[in-house]
């Protein structure tokens, strides 16, 4: 399996994304050029492919028959969909509602970094029911302003999760329903 990863809405190619054969765990990244190159078995696989910053893709029912090589063309979405950065317009931090909640299997979450001095770690992380966190949206410094960011929750079994923003002093968390 060959191919290349790029970004969906610039087309750039994305060098260090992650390409992973499900079924046996074997591992590549994408390298100058955003192309990678995996070899496996004879047979039927699912392909993950991650990148930081970005929603990891899966493609089911990849059939290899031991004569070709198939190529595989990926576009990643980025996780911040859209950025407001009307900074004046933010005076204080605010985690909204994720909508639409109950949602199946993506859902936009909403928030607002007020502008500070020093930019602050921004954290933005999904946690199941028993605490534990199963996803990480966001782990950077962010300029002042509106985000939106989608969660792609299809790898997770339906239930109650929950979605925390945390920069410097301020935490804030709610509540989310993911139902199949």
Do not use: C, W
Not at 25 to 40: C, V
């Amino acid at each position: 399996i060959y191919g290349t990863v790029k970004d969906s809405l610039s087309g750039t190619s994305m060098d260090s994304a992650q390409v992973v054969i499900v079924e046996t765990g074997r591992t590549t990244r994408s390298k100058n050029g955003g192309t990678f190159k995996i070899g496996e078995l004879p047979g039927s696989y699912s392909v993950r492919v991650t990148a930081a910053g970005y929603i990891a893709k899966t493609i089911e029912s990849v059939l290899l028959n031991g004569a070709d090589s198939l190529m595989l063309n990926v576009r990643l979405k980025s996780i911040a969909n859209s950025v407001d950065e009307s900074a004046s317009a933010v005076s204080r931090f605010t985690l909204d509602q994720n909508y639409p909640n109950p949602f199946n299997p993506t859902t936009t979450i909403s928030f607002s970094i007020p502008l500070s001095e020093d930019n602050s770690l921004v954290t933005l992380k999904i946690f199941d029911v028993l605490g534990r966190e199963v996803a990480t949206l966001v782990n950077a410094r962010m300029a002042a302003g509106n985000y939106q960011h989608t969660f792609d929750a299809s790898a997770l079994p339906s239930g109650i999760f929950f979605y925390r923003l945390q920069s410097g002093n301020f935490v804030q968390t709610r509540k989310m329903v993911l139902m199949r």
